[in-house]
């Protein structure tokens, strides 16, 4: 039975239809890619997820319907985001962004996936470079002690060696058991994490199959 199951999802903004009979499926422990252009619907497909959107269609975790949950209800089921653009509180130290979202206990374990952060703990997040703030990011949704977490871009505005890095970080999180959606644009990053990929145009999955099946398709879809 997978972890989560979303099936024929349609989601709507206001009036907007922007995700058209949707499904996609993820196994524990597995890393699965949304893969597409700008304005796809990658990011509403996130938000579908976490409740923060309306919706048809079915959402499915542990075998437990939970289309109607609200997000807070999601969250304690063990669903946890990192936010594209990251939004950290700037001011706040990376310490503090942290405990926003769990107790201090949590802190050492943390600090052990991501070693900088603890020389960096007490800097405010605004002083961080982008990958350092990218991965406060991630440290902050692993501090609900999720069993799914969704990534929405963490490559965005980073350089190449510092995608790798945060590629290296995203590996050892799926080494724990944890499963991950991530949604990107950044084709090598999807090669090195994930499992299997999705491909969302225009609201709708076109395309989807292992990652090793993404290397024939990729000239067609991504040039």
Known sequence: MPLL???NLNSFYGKAHVLRDVSISVNEGEAVAVLGPNG?????????ILGFVRVEGKIIFEGKDITTL??????????????????LFPEMSVEDNLLIAGSPEKLDFLYSLFPNLR????E??????GGEQQMVAIARALMLEPKLLLLDEPSMGLAPIVVESIAERIEK??????????????IQMAFDVADRFYILASGQIVREGSIEEMEEIEQEYFG
């Open 124 to 129: 405010k997040a605004k002083n961080l470079s």
């Open 173 to 186: 999180i799926k080494e724990l058991g944890i499963s991950i959606v991530l949604v990107e644009q950044n």
């Open 119 to 122: 020389e960096k703990r007490k």
């Open 70 to 87: 609200k997000p807070h209800e999601r969250a304690k089921l063990g669903i946890a985001m990192s936010p594209e653009g990251r939004r």
């Open 5 to 7: 199951e979303v099936r």
């Open 40 to 48: 796809a619907g990658k990011t509403t497909l996130l938000n579908s």
